[in-house]
């Protein structure tokens, strides 16, 4: 799956990694054999601890950060209370018999730059962290003593059951949460997939909850069902040696993994097969979805169907029913993989049109099933699969510390095979007879059938749907069980084939060039350098030759600025409508180029811009360059009214409905529609949308290009005569098309001014959410602080401001969850970070939560109190030495962030990119940063915090967005000042930063 599919993936894969679905891993044996990449030059180690943990060390020589991923064989498949595994899981960090002090282990990564994260699923919980190379071990112990020899002080018991429950109710919106639960409760009763497994203080709060606790713990946090893989900057001998002595003291019980020994969905079996299901949809697009159960020994390798039922291309499914307006997006996906039957589901999400008429989408699945599988497994198309997937291997890249860890865990025991196989996927022998019996699930008497829409009412039939008469418990949402009928189960037997559906083409994007070019010389490999000036060729052209990957890949691309234009609801809409039909048909064209690893991209912002990046066979990107510009200046503007409605008007309506949005989302956006001097309200998009024809649209991508300015960089392994070629390339196409290039930096025309809030008072929004529904509220407090590079007061050191802000987000991160959602358990959520607005750095604290009685003034107050709190913590880190000493750990933590190399040639070529598209052109902005942090002390950093968060002259503003938990209040706090009218306030806001 791809370009369409990605956004709907990304959100029905929501549940597969929330802690209600599918678990990554089964418990297996040490890999006899790890197969990597030639590329690759890690090495690798499996070994068995003493007490019988398996561990998988990886020796990476260049990564600046070190990762270690621990998995425990049980999750909630272990519990006997919904949402004990989950609970436990939060438990462990409040203390252990070594380090007695509560969220240590945390506050320790956060403080040293890096980050941490947990999960429970069904058959696993995991806990991970990356960071620096020099604090990993010291991590790695309190991490393994808060999981080995956790406390569960009584007293923390209620904090933790509040987190848990306010993690439940942010999600209990959530579609794809609901899906799930009403799929499992249908399912065989004797399963135990079907537990509610997030937990609540319904299923939590009970008489012997700490007994349960110390129990489950007992029962499953055994060293011989704990997995862990360990990536760090040193030798093999080394990593084991530390593994031992940090690992190995966890105590190891000889427990076994809890087994779920009934299927869910036992194939054919009619009680739980055959079923068509409506349900109603709170917040996403309507859907349908084909649950398919496979119920094999052993590992079910399902590439081969997938990739059938994914492809976008000619032929598939996914352009059949697009280019009929039934459709905007389709794709398939395994669930509960770490079971005995393996679910597979073929999801599509719906316009107007297909969910008037959804058994035309299953008509179409199993006429192209009928067309792709009735003669078994094509052995060129499986070919062809593994070429494709080998050229990955071969020239992968490199994986951050944390993916790597992630995925090692991912594969073991996950496969028959017994090599583990980094980066791809095991490269198996085909089996013919089991993949023909994989084909063979896929029927239409082994399937149920699954409908949502938010059209569908509990209350009385609709035009689409009938009375949903049911609900789930949990999440409360509407749904009615139905049997699919016998003379619709005959018809899908019986389908014909039909022409247009069919299995996909040989590739032509496949490269077959990796020659790596010789270094030229005037090439420093540091930055990129302009080797072609407007004064030269009306065309900037940039370019950096790779000399330190050494891979056979590149970026090419271009900036295109247009003569000076606002922004308005109606422009914004119309860009959004381009985009959403050059997807559709790039989608068509262009999708063989993504299978080969070419990918392209028409991005709007302040520009427009056009890229490629792939291997670097010059044949191949020309083609695929080529190929992207015909698309994108051939769009068909004269679509049929309904189809064009159906796939263009209605999902970019649905982008921009508030409806969809959460608190969060609403809050951020009132904070953004002050600051911004040109903020476009999404409500205002949305109604232009529906006013827009296609001859409007197609006239301002005329007017856009007709009068542009151009800045094109090409990097990676490339020569100069390579980045030319390709600027010329997209330059001709755009003369082409009657484009005029300017001779002028437009850069700086493009910058967006960021209005300067009053110093002094906190100015206040307080808004309902838009859905009355919406059970979470959110208080979002934006202190401004000015320009990153600026110098500030007597300070004549740029960028100042930068390592101010960057440090107090490092310092206070930790201490700001542990506040706000611990100890004064207002929500589920809550963080403290800095972000860039157009260069205008803003520091936030927030807060989302839905506790009876803790509102967002509520919350709002209690930030208040954590930055008086922290102004008095920061007084007293200035008189010892030990606050001294942390503080420059702090520093060192933000310095070596700083140094970190990018990971891929991607990674770099964005980084550039982003410094030579900006107004600045700054490519030593590191070094500048550095010299801040360096010349930054305790006292300095006080006196900042001091001006900028609790003096007279701060800048501060709150957006207060109450959900249905909570009532709007009548007053203010002592010092706030409400903001009834947005716009009139803006109006009255002139400086500018």
């Not at 593994?243 to 019980?253: H, L, Q, S």
């Not at 010892?880 to 891929?904: M, N, W």
């Not at 701060?954 to 000042?977: D, F, M, N």
């Amino acid at each position: 799956m791809s370009y369409s599919q990605f956004t709907t993936l990304v959100l029905f894969a929501i549940c597969l990694l929330s802690p209600c679905c599918a678990s990554p891993v089964s418990r297996g044996e040490d890999p006899d054999e790890i197969v990597k990449s030639e590329s690759d030059e890690n090495e690798y180690r499996a070994v068995t601890l003493s007490n019988k943990i398996r561990c998988v060390l990886v020796s990476d020589r260049t990564t600046e950060m070190a990762a270690v991923e621990i998995r425990i064989a049980a999750g909630y498949l272990g519990e006997d209370t919904p949402g004990l595994a989950h609970f436990v899981e939060h438990m462990v960090f409040e203390g252990s018999v070594e380090h007695p002090v509560g969220n240590y282990y945390q506050t320790f990564v956060k403080e040293s730059g890096g980050s941490y994260n947990g999960a429970t699923w069904e058959s696993a919980t995991t806990f991970m962290f990356s960071i620096s190379n020099e604090s990993w071990v010291k991590a790695a112990r309190l991490l393994a003593s808060f999981i080995g020899n956790p406390l569960f002080p009584r007293e923390k018991f209620p904090s933790a059951i509040q987190a848990v429950d306010s993690e439940y109710k942010i999600n209990i919106r959530n579609d794809y949460r609901s899906i799930y639960a009403i799929a499992m409760k249908l399912s065989n009763p004797k399963n135990r997939y079907g537990e509610f497994s997030v937990g609540s203080k319904e299923t939590l709060n009970i008489t012997d909850i700490y007994e349960q606790t110390l129990q489950f713990h007992d029962r499953f946090y055994s060293a011989n069902l704990v997995s862990i893989a360990v990536v760090a900057n040193d030798t093999l001998d080394r990593l084991e040696t530390l593994a031992e002595e940090v690992f190995g003291k966890m105590p190891n019980r000889n427990r076994k993994r809890p087994q779920n020994t009934a299927l869910p969905f036992p194939t054919q079996d009619k009680r739980y097969l055959g079923k068509k299901i409506y349900y109603e949809m709170k917040t996403s697009q309507d859907q349908i979805a084909l649950m398919f159960p496979i119920n094999l020994p052993g590992h079910v390798n399902v590439d081969y169907i997938t990739y059938l039922l994914d492809h976008e291309g000619r032929g598939s499914i996914y352009q059949y029913l697009l280019t009929r307006g039934y459709a905007t997006g389709f794709g398939s996906f395994i669930i509960l993989e770490d079971s005995q039957t393996v679910p597979l589901v073929v999801y599509c999400s719906l316009t107007e049109k297909g969910i008037a008429d959804p058994h035309f989408i299953v008509e179409t699945v199993f006429k192209y099933l009928k067309a792709a599988c009735s003669d078994g497994v094509d052995v060129e198309l499986w070919r062809s699969i593994n070429l494709l997937s080998e050229l990955h291997f071969r020239f992968q890249e490199k994986a951050e510390a944390h993916e790597l860890a992630t995925s090692i865990l991912d594969q073991m025991g996950t496969t028959n095979d017994s090599s583990l196989y980094l980066g791809a996927p095991s490269q198996q022998v085909l089996d013919v007879e089991v993949e023909n019996e994989i084909l063979s699930f896929l029927n239409p008497d082994n399937f149920n059938l699954y409908i949502g829409s938010d059209t569908f009412s509990s209350s009385h039939p609709t035009d689409y749907g009938p009375q949903l008469t049911e609900s789930e418990y949990f999440y409360s949402t509407p749904y009615l069980d139905t049997n699919i009928t016998e003379e619709l189960l005959e018809m899908w037997r019986n389908v014909e084939t039909d022409t247009e559906l069919h299995l996909p083409r040989p590739n032509t994007f496949v490269p077959t060039n990796f020659e790596l070019f010789e270094v030229e010389e005037g090439d420093e490999g540091l930055y990129p350098v302009e080797i072609v000036s407007r004064e030269e060729g009306d065309v900037s052209v940039w370019w950096l030759q790779d000399q330190y990957w050494r891979q056979p890949r590149l970026y090419t691309g271009c900036m295109l600025y247009p003569a000076r234009t606002s922004r308005t609801p109606r422009s914004w809409a119309i860009e959004s409508m381009l985009y959403q039909i050059y997807s559709q048909v790039k989608d068509l064209s262009l999708y063989e180029a993504w299978e080969a690893d070419f990918n392209t991209d028409f991005t709007q912002g302040d520009g427009w811009e056009v890229r490629v990046h792939g291997y670097s066979d010059t044949d191949k990107i020309e083609s695929v360059l080529k190929e992207m510009l015909d698309v994108l200046f051939s769009l068909d503007f004269s679509k049929e009214e309904g189809l064009f409605n159906a796939t263009v008007v209605r999902p970019v309506e649905e982008l921009y409905d508030e409806q969809r949005e959460d608190s969060y989302s609403f809050a951020y956006r009132y904070i953004d529609s002050v600051v911004y001097s040109e903020f476009v309200d999404p409500s205002e998009v949305k109604i232009a949308v529906g006013t827009i024809t296609q001859k409007e649209i197609q006239q301002y991508m005329l007017n856009y290009i007709s009068d542009i300015s151009l800045v094109c960089g090409t990097f990676g392994n490339a020569r100069r005569e390579d980045a030319i070629k390709y600027a010329n390339i997209i330059k001709e196409k755009l003369v082409e098309q009657g484009s005029t290039i300017q001779n002028e930096d437009r850069r700086r025309m493009l910058d967006e001014d960021i209005l300067k809030l009053p110093a002094g008072p906190s100015h206040v929004i307080r808004r309902r959410m838009g859905d009355s529904e919406e059970v979470a509220s959110t208080a979002l407090v934006m202190f401004q602080l000015g320009r990153a590079e600026e110098t500030v007061g007597d300070q004549d050191v740029p960028y100042t401001l930068y390592a101010f802000s960057e440090l107090l987000s490092i310092i206070i991160d930790q201490t700001c969850f542990n506040y706000l959602r611990t100890e004064k358990q207002l929500g589920y959520m809550a963080f403290c970070y800095v972000r860039d607005y157009e260069g205008v750095l803003n520091f936030f604290f927030g807060v989302q939560g839905s506790r009876p009685g803790a509102g967002p003034d509520v919350m709002s107050g209690e930030i208040n109190n954590l930055i008086k709190q922290q102004h008095e913590m920061f007084k007293q880190l200035t008189l010892t030495s030990e606050g001294l000493s942390r503080f420059e750990l702090v520093k060192q933590a933000l310095s070596d962030k700083l140094t970190r190399k990018p990971r891929t040639l991607m990674d770099q070529s964005f980084k550039h990119l982003h410094r030579i598209y900006s107004s600045d052109r700054d490519f030593y902005q590191v070094e500048k940063k550095l010299v801040a942090v360096s010349a930054m002390t305790m006292d300095k950093f006080l006196g900042l915090y001091e001006t900028y968060f609790v003096g007279d002259e701060k800048r501060k503003i709150t957006a207060q967005v109450y959900g249905k938990s909570h009532a709007i209040p009548e007053v203010l706090e002592e010092g706030e000042v409400l903001i009834p009218d947005v716009k009139k306030f803006r109006r009255k806001l002139t400086e500018t930063y």
